[in-house]
C-alpha cells in the first residue's frame, strides 16, 4: 500500500522506542511472524504521518492502541487497520492527530461494551466492523465526521448501545448468531 514493506524500517524505529515504553509489547513483537511483522509495519504507517521516522509520541501511541488488543496477531491488525479506514475522515491512509484521538477513544469505549474486560478480541473487533458498516450510510468504507460525532455520543452508554445495535443491525446480529425474534 505504501510502498515495500520487507524494509521494516519502521519497525525497528518502533522496538526502539517499546523497549523504554512496555514490555508486553516487546513481547508481542518478539513473536510475531513475518506476516505479522508486515502487518504492523503497515499499521505503524498510518501512525506515520511523514513516513520518515516514527516519533517516540507515535510510538506511545501504537502501543496505546496495541494493548487494546486481546490477541495481537496478523489477523487483528488487519481488522485494526480495516476500522481505522472507517475512521480515516480525509481518506490519506494515514491516522491524523484529530482521527487518532477520535479512534483512540471509540477503540477504548467499544472495548468495554460487551463485557468487563478492556481488550478488544477478534470477535469484538469484528462487531465494531459490523457497527461501523451499519453506520457508514453511503457505504463507502468510511464515516463522514457527522457518523462519527453520533457514534461516540452514543458510546457514551455502551449497554444501550449495544442492545439498540443487536435490535437494528442485521450483520451484528448474524455475527452474534441472534434470530430475527431475540
Not at 498510518?46 to 501511541?61: D, G, K, M, T
Not at 496478523?74 to 494515514?94: M, S, T
Not at 478480541?121 to 459490523?130: F, Y
Request: hydrophobic share 45%; proline share 3%.
Amino acid at each position: 500500500m505504501f510502498g515495500p514493506v520487507s524494509e521494516l524500517i519502521l519497525i525497528e524505529q518502533f522496538t526502539t522506542h517499546v523497549s523504554a515504553l512496555d514490555q508486553r509489547t516487546q513481547e508481542i513483537i518478539a513473536v510475531l511472524p513475518k506476516e505479522g511483522l508486515a502487518s504492523l509495519d503497515e499499521l505503524l504507517l498510518r501512525f506515520n504521518c511523514r513516513h520518515e521516522r516514527l516519533s517516540e509520541n507515535s510510538a506511545a501511541l501504537v502501543v496505546r492502541v496495541l494493548k487494546l488488543l486481546e490477541e495481537p496477531t496478523p489477523v487483528g491488525f488487519a481488522k485494526l487497520l480495516a476500522i481505522l479506514d472507517y475512521l480515516d475522515i480525509n481518506r490519506n491512509l494515514i491516522v491524523d492527530n484529530g482521527e487518532l484521538g477520535m479512534a483512540i477513544e471509540i477503540l477504548e469505549t467499544f472495548s468495554k461494551v460487551d463485557d468487563a474486560h478492556e481488550n478488544l478480541s477478534n470477535a469484538e473487533l469484528d462487531m465494531l466492523l459490523a457497527v461501523l458498516h451499519h453506520i457508514d450510510s453511503d457505504g463507502d468504507g468510511r464515516l463522514a465526521s457527522s457518523e462519527i460525532s453520533s457514534l461516540r455520543d452514543q458510546l457514551w452508554s455502551p449497554a444501550a448501545f449495544l442492545e439498540q445495535q443487536k435490535q437494528t443491525n442485521p450483520r451484528l446480529r448474524q455475527l452474534l448468531g441472534l434470530s430475527s425474534d431475540q
